[in-house]
């Protein structure tokens, strides 16, 4: 019986931890992206240079089209 109510015990602690160590994680994520977010605002973003994309072929837009539920 006090080997029974020992086990218990410990698995009882070993799920709170656990269940405590979870939490911290899910916590300090939100706390992460927010601290990296405002630091990249902070800095000036370079517009990206333009360039002409090749158009694909006829097929292609097609099987594009096909995909996307656009023709029928």
């Known amino acids: 019986m006090r080997a029974m109510t020992w086990a218990i015990f410990g ?7 656990l269940g405590l160590a979870i939490a911290a994680v ?8 927010a601290a990296a ?10 517009p990206a ?3 002409a994309a ?6 292609h837009r097609y099987i594009v089209a096909v ?4 023709a029928s």
């Open 11 to 17: 698995s009882l602690a070993i799920n709170l931890v």
């Open 26 to 33: 899910f916590t300090a994520a939100p706390r992460a992206s």
């Open 37 to 46: 977010a405002t630091r990249c605002s902070t800095q000036q973003a370079k």
């Open 49 to 51: 240079p333009s360039a």
């Open 54 to 59: 090749p158009r694909p072929a006829a097929a």
């Open 67 to 70: 995909r996307m539920g656009w």
